[in-house]
């Protein structure tokens, strides 16, 4: 075979080019982001940014330290997370049944399908009014906005990821014997999962988002109550923490759910190799 | 409505009519398979070809006559139709019941000559051994007819040949009976007992290909029915 000849010339072998190549720039991407850190430290030190409306990073830190160590952040954040997971369990749940129903039965189609569009259009933190009106201001505001935002992206994803799948698939599971029970768990649930974990993403970021809004109606724990308790004492620096609780709490979600995504999708790799 | 054969003949469809919208495909076709014999059905673009085997496969609701297939049928269609999620021997083995399936899998492999490549995922393979492996998963159901719907048409052609041998060779050992879709006049000529040509959604001719096996494209007598069938099909040799 001449390639064999030839790779020699070209030098190493693909895989290990690649990951040489991989680290030096995921270094040079952290160079704005630190620049950037550094020139907001030095304004907020010399007192070109006023402390009052953005502190400096290290007094952020210092003070997510403090509420660290003196206990608060855990209790605040364990609330929070209690809210988001309950609301997307319920939200994900009703997303997923309903989709599945709707993308398999024809009944379902008609019946789910049409109000579920509609009720799309509503941007469902418009509802916070409606819903203080309908379950209050306590805990079941949070998690319903929390099972709302979740419920749309799953749906949505869940009945395209079903609608999607290769007919020609499901034939030939046919020609092998299986009956629906098995084409269901054997082509459906497989061949949709992929959009399903996509669903999820969205479906949790939506969750962290519809949180924050709802945690600022009158809640009396949680990290948006962290940061509306703050801001009436003008202690900007926890609400500057609690954002950066936020979005942390929002890349850490979304990095377990592209990990659990990776092992479940294995196959996919083979697809991508090729 | 399908029901089991009894006796020499393995496939009998008598009556059977399809229609899409205004357009009727198959036109009350008759047609019989016997035990052990491989049956090539031959037909243009469109003249329902593939309507008549997915009739005969199960996959068509639609479709009205009378069909009797055996309980044990494979189907290898054009695309491989392998589950991306399944690992290749996961794939052979779906919807087996019985007795140790895996092992059962890992051995149709191996007769495709894939033994080595059952922990691989479809995407790892080239579209030859991808056809190999659908294959191999209709080959270990133990199948009295194989439904073949131009199972080698998307492969190269050395592949192609390949495969061709490969089918004699399964069929040589198993025995089954096999209705062969194809556009290819040469492939129903090495592999089939019998040419049907499918014509205005009926069985306009059959033809008895008696030339003694192996075969090969230069075998005397392979000229004259390959002028003929061709012929038939419209495309008639200058």
């Not at chain 1, 680290?23 to 940014?49: C, D, K, M």
């Not at chain 1, 939506?206 to 940061?227: D, K, Y």
């Not at chain 2, 030339?211 to 230069?218: A, E, I, M, N, T």
Request: contains cysteine; glycine residues 10%.
């Amino acid at each position: 075979m001449t390639t064999t000849a030839t790779a020699p010339v070209l030098g190493t072998p693909a895989p290990a080019k690649r990951r040489r190549s991989r680290g030096p720039r995921r270094w040079y991407r952290l160079i704005s982001p630190l620049t950037l850190l550094v020139l907001w430290e030095t304004a907020a030190r010399t007192g070109l940014l006023p402390e009052a409306k953005v502190p400096a990073p290290s007094l952020v830190a210092e003070t997510g330290l403090r509420l660290a160590v003196d206990g608060s952040l855990w209790e605040h954040l364990l609330d929070s997370l209690t809210r988001a997971a309950i609301g997307l369990v319920i939200g994900g749940t009703l997303a997923v049944a309903l989709a599945a129903t709707a993308a398999l039965l024809r009944i379902g189609d008609n019946t789910i399908d049409p109000p579920v569009q509609m009720a799309r259009m509503l941007p469902h933190l418009g509802l916070v009014p409606l819903l203080i009106i309908w379950v209050g201001i306590g805990e079941e505001l949070k998690i319903s906005l929390v099972a709302l935002g979740a419920f749309f992206p799953l749906y949505f994803n869940t009945y395209a990821g079903i609608r999607d799948i290769d007919q020609r698939l499901v034939e030939a599971a046919r020609t092998c014997g299986l009956n629906q029970w098995q084409r269901l768990r054997h082509v459906v649930l497989p061949g949709a999962l992929p959009s399903l974990f996509l669903g999820l993403r969205l479906a949790i970021g939506a969750g962290w988002l519809s949180l924050v809004v709802g945690e600022q109606v009158n809640a009396q724990t949680g990290i948006g109550f962290l940061m509306m308790e703050a801001r009436e004492f003008a202690q900007t620096d926890v609400v500057v923490f609690g954002l950066l609780v936020y979005a942390g709490l929002g890349l850490l979600s979304d990095t377990l759910i592209r990990i659990a995504e990776r092992r479940t999708l294995a196959w996919r790799r083979g697809l991508q190799a090729t | 409505m399908a029901t089991r054969p009894t006796g020499d003949l393995i496939v009998e469809v008598t009556g059977l009519r399809r229609a899409f919208g205004d357009t009727t495909v198959l036109d009350g076709a008759d047609l019989t398979v016997r035990r052990g014999e491989v049956v090539a059905l031959l037909g243009g673009s469109g003249s329902g070809k593939s309507t008549l085997l997915r009739a005969l496969a199960g996959l068509d609701a639609d479709a009205t006559g009378h069909i009797t297939v055996p309980a044990h049928y494979g189907v290898v269609f054009q695309e491989h139709r392998l589950l991306p999620w399944k690992r290749v021997a996961d794939n052979v083995a779906l919807g087996l019941t019985g007795a140790d399936p895996r092992g059962r899998a890992l051995a149709a492999l191996t007769e495709v000559g894939l033994g080595d490549r059952g922990g691989a995922w479809p995407a790892e393979l080239s579209g030859g051994q991808a056809q190999r492996v659908a294959v191999a998963r209709a080959l270990v159901r133990e199948p009295e007819l194989l439904l073949l719907d131009e199972p080698f048409g998307a492969l190269d052609a050395l592949t192609r040949l390949r495969m061709q041998r490969l089918l004699v060779r399964l069929r040589e050992r198993h025995g089954f009976a096999a209705l062969l879709v194809t556009h290819d006049v040469d492939e129903a000529l090495l592999l089939a007992d019998r040419a049907l040509v499918l014509e205005g959604g009926r069985i306009a001719e059959e033809i008895p290909i008696g030339l003694p096996k192996p075969r090969h494209q230069d075998d005397p007598g392979f000229g004259g029915l390959r002028r003929h069938l061709l012929d038939r099909l419209g495309v008639p040799v200058v």
